[in-house]
């Protein structure tokens, strides 16, 4: 380990020497931690980023001034789109993908290194309970659906097939998850087969392009973002990890995506099918104004542009079918080849350009005093993990129902979107749905029939109603009824539990069949 004297000549070359103020009135052991932390921290990167940071927060905001001009949507032939195709397509995409799994051929990569701060909870997101009758939580829903996707594939190929688990952490969820998961015995996955594996860590910078000294023996480091997947898959050699097991195709999502399909037959199929390197899952906008970012073409390249980027004006433009014209809304669910993958990481990363996120960072101040700010006063520097479309040599979308698969849970209760109450609202009424079309029948308790899904679909609707009613979750389901992963995928075989039968809320199915709960 490098000794105080070493750190101090390192920091002051990268303008930094502040780190190490109240050094001397440390303890051994807060004093040994603090220069562990900062002796990684190589001198010219260092000062690299804290400029960087200082003078893109300094930088005029807003997207380019001739960004309206450059913007294209997609070509309709690089958009595959589940509910524009017919049903033959469709199982040819889901043939071809079970396939590909049964084949060892793919694998799933969980970006889960945030904090959860908007979220309002101290442990990783995927830890988190949406309040389903039972209480599991994402990692939970999240590691039931390899397991049957991987069931799927083995019973229509005969043959037993894996699909490894990678899940990206950061310093904050490692540890945590890693417990969790030994705890929960990796809900009955094989732990060979579950690999996690850490981001890096960069400072938070001040307005003057100082890092921050969180606590006189911690500076204050964040996550790079979910685009830091790819220094991370170099860092610990992940993608030779998956040579090994011969995977080829890799489906990337986030945690917080309580519809999450992991491993997605069709999505897969479709990609390949195409010879995609590079995919993007998509769901069509709810209006114009929704703060997502829209997936499409700019100087004829694919690439994300930020809602915050598209003029009012240009996010409401629409074609001759009176669909908006930019309405491929981007949910953080991509496909990549591993050779992509590999051409990414030896040769592109560097490319990437850092996002800014201004944050309330609490810091220290000069005499020492911890201080919680009451507005933002420091940059975290982030990439994102959908800038590599511009590397891709064969981009292709995928839009998928919104209703089956996106609910993202980003905020506490207190907001009025992507909260704890919609993402377990929105898995409720894809399961209540699921149920009926399997020919389950729902009564109250004077055995009145409950009625189908009520859904608001046509911009006039939507602008009548109020466009927070086009979300999923936005309303409850007629009853509540909740089936296991373990049991259906994605709303397949559930007639053997359920034709012809009638069932009061709360309704539980798992692999134990079907249990009526306790109102």
């Not at 007639?495 to 009061?504: K, S």
Request: proline letters at 8%; charged letters at 25%; hydrophobic letters at 40%.
């Amino acid at each position: 380990m490098a000794s105080e004297q070493d750190v101090r000549a390192r920091l002051q070359r990268a303008g930094q020497e502040h780190l190490l103020r109240f050094c001397a009135e440390l303890a051994p052991g807060p004093r040994a931690a603090l220069l562990a932390e900062l002796e990684p921290l190589e001198p010219e990167a260092l000062r690299e980023h804290c400029q960087r940071a200082a003078a893109a927060c300094a930088g005029p905001p807003g997207p380019p001034p001739d960004l309206a001009e450059r913007l294209q949507p997609l070509p309709p032939e690089r958009v595959g789109s589940v509910s524009r195709s017919d049903p033959e397509t469709r199982r040819l995409w889901e043939e071809e993908g079970f396939h590909q799994i049964a084949l060892n051929k793919v694998a799933v990569l969980l970006l889960a290194g945030g904090q959860g701060t908007r979220l309002g909870v101290t442990y990783p997101k995927g830890m988190y309970q949406v309040g389903l009758p039972s209480q599991k939580t994402l990692y939970q829903l999240q590691a039931e659906r390899i397991r049957r996707v991987e069931q799927l594939a083995g019973e229509r190929h005969g043959t037993h097939c894996t699909v490894p688990w990678y899940i990206m952490t950061s310093e904050f969820t490692l540890g945590p998850t890693a417990t969790f998961f030994k705890e929960h015995d990796f809900f009955h996955l094989d732990p060979d087969n579950v690999v996690m594996f850490e981001q890096r860590m960069l400072p938070a910078v001040a307005f003057d392009g100082r890092a921050i000294l969180e606590r006189k023996d911690k500076v204050a480091m964040a996550p790079d973002g979910n685009g830091g997947l790819y220094c991370a898959l170099a860092d610990h050699q992940i993608l030779e990890d998956m040579g090994r097991r011969g995977v080829e195709f890799v489906h990337v999502y986030c945690v917080d995506n309580i519809l999450a399909r992991l491993a997605d037959p069709a999505f897969i199929g479709f990609c390949v099918l195409q010879g995609a390197d590079c995919g993007a899952k998509v769901v069509e906008k709810a209006y114009p104004e929704e703060p997502v970012g829209v997936v499409c073409q700019v100087d004829g390249v694919p690439q994300v542009v930020e809602y915050s980027e598209i003029s009012p004006e240009v996010a409401s433009l629409r074609g001759p079918d009176g669909v908006l014209l930019y309405n491929a809304g981007n949910i953080c669910n991509h496909f990549f080849t591993r050779s992509f993958l590999q051409v990414v990481t030896r040769e592109f990363e560097p490319l990437l350009k850092p996002h800014v996120a201004v944050k309330k960072v609490p810091y220290v101040d000069e005499e020492g005093n911890l201080v919680k700010p009451l507005k933002p006063n420091g940059i975290k520097m982030e990439k994102f993990v959908f800038d590599v479309f511009q590397f891709a040599e064969n981009f292709v979308a995928f839009e998928v129902p919104r209703e089956e698969e996106f609910a993202p849970l980003k905020n506490a209760d207190s907001a009025d979107r992507d909260n704890p109450t919609m993402a377990r609202r929105a898995l409720l009424t894809q399961h209540y749905r699921w149920a009926r079309q399997a020919g389950a029948c729902f009564v109250d308790a004077c055995g009145a029939r409950l009625p189908e899904l009520l859904r608001v679909h046509t911009p006039e609707q939507i602008l009548t109603s109020g466009p927070a009613l086009s979300l999923s979750g936005s309303e409850e389901p007629p009853a509540v009824c909740e089936i296991s992963p373990l049991v259906s995928y994605s709303g397949e075989g559930l007639e053997v539990y359920l034709q012809g039968r009638e069932f009061q809320s709360p309704l539980i199915l798992d692999e134990n069949g079907v249990r009526e709960l306790q109102s």
